[in-house]
Structure formats: structure tokens, C-alpha cells
């Protein structure tokens, strides 16, 4: 059975990574897992919010999501919103808010980004992220216009192949207009991709607008 004392040379172990060392708080937790597991709550929980903390900031987004529930479970259960000053519930679930998003599960980020803002209205970064998130989801007449606009790109791209092979050496007369025609087949490519894109950033942040403030005007 563990001493007292070799759990005191643990946390002091824990107590000497410098500040901002990820890579080696991720290290510490994962060999001593069990002997972190057996120490007193107040310990535990100051050394595991460190590892998902340090998850985080290393970018190891998929191991974060199944590791910060520990943190959120915690606070739930214990009644710990605030701790050393900061409200790590709210950073938690912010955090696996941004490791969705960076594991491209856009729709579970923007879940708990609207939960966020339910929490605190006026917070400003969470209402950007939700705005980001959203762009990043495209819907389907942003694929259609893509579509679209290959299509027109590949048929300027067959009329500048018909110019050079057919209309310059054959019809010389109509090498402007057919010069035209194939900067207007491009420009439509360009513009048909442009306006869904403006549409969409457009729509999105309207829905996002009108979302803070009906949870606004409920507070």
C-alpha cells in the first residue's frame, strides 16, 4: 500500500512542471494514472483539470473530448464552478466546444456553443465561435454553386482550347466575340461562387443574431 509520503512526492513531482510544459504534464498523468486516481479529491481534480487542460493546448482534440467530461462531471457533482478564480465549468465546456470543431464535428460544437451563450448572452467570444462554426458547415447550394462554377471553369477553359485551335485559324473575325464569351462563361463561375458564399456568410449571421437575441430577451 501507497505512504502518505509517496503521494506528497507525487503532487510535489506534479508541483515542479514549469508552467505551460503540455507535453510533459500529458506524460506525468499517463504513468501515474493509478497512483492519481488514489489521491484525495482536491489533488485529483487540480491534476486531472491540468491534463485536460494540456490536451488542449497540445491539439490532442479527440483524446480531449473523452477526457474533459471528467472535469464537467466533477464540477456538476460537486458543485465546482469557479476554481483558482476561474470558472472551469464554463472553460470546459468552451474547450470541448473547440475540440469538436477542430474534429470537424461541426453540429456537436455549435450544441454546446448555444448552451454557452444560454449561460452568458453578452459573451463575445462564444458568439463569434458559433458564427465560425456555422460557416463552416455548407450547405447545399453552397455545393451546388461550386458545382456550377467548376462547370463554367472547365467550359472557359474547352473555349480557350476551341480559340486557339479553331476560331483564330479559321474565323478570325469572330475571335473577339468568342474572346468574350469565354471571359463571360469564367466571370459567371466566379460570380455564381461569390454571391452563395456572401448569401451564406449573410444568413448565417443573421441566424445567429436573431438566436442571441431571443436568449437575450429571456434573461
Do not use: W
Request: aromatic residues 16%; proline residues 2%; charged residues 20%.
Amino acid at each position: 500500500m501507497r505512504s502518505l509520503s509517496t503521494y506528497k512526492k507525487l503532487y510535489r513531482d506534479f508541483s515542479d512542471i514549469e508552467e505551460g510544459a503540455y507535453h510533459t504534464v500529458v506524460r506525468f498523468y499517463e504513468a501515474k494514472v493509478k497512483e492519481i486516481d488514489r489521491l484525495d479529491f482536491s489533488t485529483y481534480f487540480e491534476i486531472t483539470l491540468a491534463y485536460t487542460t494540456a490536451l488542449f493546448e497540445i491539439g490532442a482534440y479527440q483524446k480531449h473530448i473523452e477526457e474533459v467530461d471528467k472535469i464537467i462531471q466533477l464540477s456538476i457533482a460537486h458543485n465546482i464552478q469557479f476554481y483558482k478564480g476561474e470558472d472551469v465549468y464554463f472553460k470546459s465546456l468552451f474547450q470541448k466546444a473547440a475540440s469538436f470543431y477542430n474534429t470537424l464535428a461541426f453540429d456537436k460544437a455549435e450544441y454546446i456553443l448555444k448552451e454557452l451563450i444560454k449561460m452568458a448572452p453578452y459573451h463575445g467570444l462564444s458568439i463569434r465561435f458559433l458564427r465560425k462554426c456555422a460557416l463552416r458547415r455548407q450547405p447545399t447550394y453552397i455545393k451546388t454553386a461550386r458545382a456550377a462554377s467548376i462547370a463554367c471553369f472547365l467550359l472557359a477553359a474547352l473555349l480557350a482550347a476551341a480559340e486557339v485551335i479553331v476560331i483564330h485559324p479559321f474565323i478570325p473575325n469572330n475571335a473577339l466575340t468568342f474572346e468574350y464569351l469565354r471571359y463571360a462563361v469564367f466571370g459567371g463561375g466566379v460570380l455564381i461562387l461569390g454571391l452563395a458564399f456572401l448569401y451564406h456568410r449573410f444568413s448565417v449571421h443573421q441566424t445567429v443574431y436573431q438566436f442571441v437575441q431571443s436568449v437575450r430577451k429571456k434573461k
